[in-house]
């Protein structure tokens, strides 16, 4: 009981640090994209529109598997 | 037109359908509070010098969906909006009732009749015991297992109007309105150009129609799946809105997974019950691909049709819930420094207003994206299903 105890406290503890590496994952990655739709939308401005939509596109998708590693973090810590 | 948008009436009954389901997921997701109790019994346990406010219980309470709309106060001054409770036992038959017949302190409320519990969010049967493992926290592995046990055979089965039932109940009906009026406005005076509420409708329409349908699946059958595109995307952006009013309760409607789970599921079936030759062809033997990869391809293929509903579940549902707690955890940070002192709880009180109002002008923009986006995601997915070859 007494390990059970210690052990769910240090697993909230790295859902707390899980969260923190799911945002860097999400940040590298939704800044690599922003960063390419912006020089591509510099090169070529009348085509900004459907990079924009694309752009959002893999945004999202990004961001999708960064929420999931969020979720589960946030399941460790409440449950 | 009109055609268009009896369809769009038929897709919002479509959704209506989602109340029951939502409700009957939304067991489920009782879970979460009821698990919670096992947290909370810890704390009691180990630190009973820190018995301060804890934010976690706070932020679930108002993440989490309920059988009341909380305005303010706490405890006995407490303003609440009571809500229809409607519970079916095989004990008591159907049950209907007002969820102000709740009455009682603490975490755990019951009926006047003795006759149901109501705790955290969670009905069951007074005469479980429930109450024993509740009130004595110190047993919370108990209390844990007890809360479990509720789920399966002697339990309530728990149809109420909760909040985000009733939330959705409005929206549909707000929808309802406004696009009926909408579209008599355009019955009317047809040739003309479209005047007040058709006139902020339109561009809404136009762009879901323009920039989301036709790109991702043509002119043609764009026509086909716009009103669900239209619906999905209207329900989505008026739910999220709805969860941004301040002082009415805080809606969290699309962050409830049973929720987007139906919107999901609905997807996933259009998706599969409009898959053409081309696309069962991909899915199943992906042309152009060497045979001894095929036993990884395959498997990849029908793994990713279920995983993209479930993404659009998961991306939805965490997007706008991950805002309510990020606005939540700064009221929360005010009320921990202003526990030290009130001069630190002013202080801090300054800076996290002004990152609340920040959070806030991010979250219509989010509340918006996520509408986008579920709806882009769902055409593109109609799109692949119903893709022509084209080699």
């Not at chain 2, 029951?20 to 096992?38: L, V």
Request: glycine share 12%; net charge negative.
């Amino acid at each position: 009981m007494e390990l059970l105890t210690i052990l769910l406290e240090i697993g909230q503890g790295l859902a707390g640090l899980g969260a923190g590496a799911a945002a860097i994952g999400a940040g590298l990655g939704v800044g690599r994209i922003g960063g390419s739709a912006l020089e591509a939308m510099a090169r070529q401005p009348e085509m900004a529109g459907d990079l924009r939509t694309n752009m959002i596109i893999a945004a999202a998708l990004v961001e999708g598997v960064a929420l999931f590693g969020a979720i589960i973090c946030l399941l460790v810590a409440l449950g | 037109m009109s055609t268009r948008f009896n369809l769009f009436f038929l897709a919002t009954g479509l959704l209506i359908g989602q109340v029951m389901w939502g409700q009957h997921g939304g067991q489920d997701s009782h879970e979460a509070p009821a698990s919670h109790n096992h947290e909370e019994g810890h704390d009691h346990l180990e630190g009973d010098g820190k018995s301060g406010f804890d934010p976690s219980p706070f932020i679930i309470h108002h993440v989490a969906d309920a059988h009341d709309i909380h305005l303010w106060g706490e405890g006995e001054s407490a303003v609440h909006i009571p809500l229809p409770i409607i519970l079916y036992s095989q004990e008591f038959g159907l049950d209907v009732f007002m969820s102000s017949a709740f009455h009682g302190h603490g975490d755990v409320k019951y009926t006047e009749d003795g006759k149901y519990a109501l705790s955290h969010g969670h009905i069951s049967l007074a005469g479980d015991g429930a109450h024993d493992d509740h009130a004595d926290h110190g047993h919370a592995d108990h209390g844990h297992d007890a809360s479990h046990g509720h789920d399966g055979g002697s339990g309530v089965y728990d149809f109420s109007i909760t909040k985000s039932v009733f939330g959705m109940l409005l929206i549909l009906t707000l929808l309802v309105v406004l696009f009926g009026r909408a579209a008599a406005s355009y019955r009317k005076n047809p040739g003309q150009g479209p005047k007040g509420l058709a006139n902020v409708l339109e561009p809404l329409v136009i762009f879901v129609r323009d920039d989301i349908a036709v790109p991702s699946l043509g002119e043609k059958k764009a026509a086909k799946f716009l009103p669900f595109l239209l619906t999905v995307f209207f329900f989505i952006l008026f739910a999220n809105l709805l969860g941004l009013i301040p002082f009415i309760g805080g809606f969290n409607i699309t962050g409830t997974v049973s929720i987007t789970m139906v919107m999901a599921f609905f997807v996933f079936l259009l998706t599969t019950l409009n898959g053409n030759k081309h696309y069962w062809g991909h899915l199943f033997w992906p042309p152009g691909v060497p045979v001894f990869v095929m036993p990884i391809i395959i498997p990849i293929e029908i793994i990713g049709m279920f995983l993209k509903p479930i993404v659009l579940m998961i991306r939805l549902t965490a997007n706008i819930t991950a805002g309510h707690i990020i606005i939540l955890s700064f009221v929360s940070l005010i009320l921990i420094f202003g526990e030290s002192s009130a001069v630190a709880g002013y202080g801090v009180g300054v800076f996290s207003t002004a990152f609340m109002i920040f959070m806030y002008c991010i979250e219509l923009l989010v509340a918006f994206l996520q509408a986008f986006i579920f709806t882009l995601l769902a055409a593109i997915y109609f799109g692949e299903a119903t893709h022509e070859a084209h080699h």
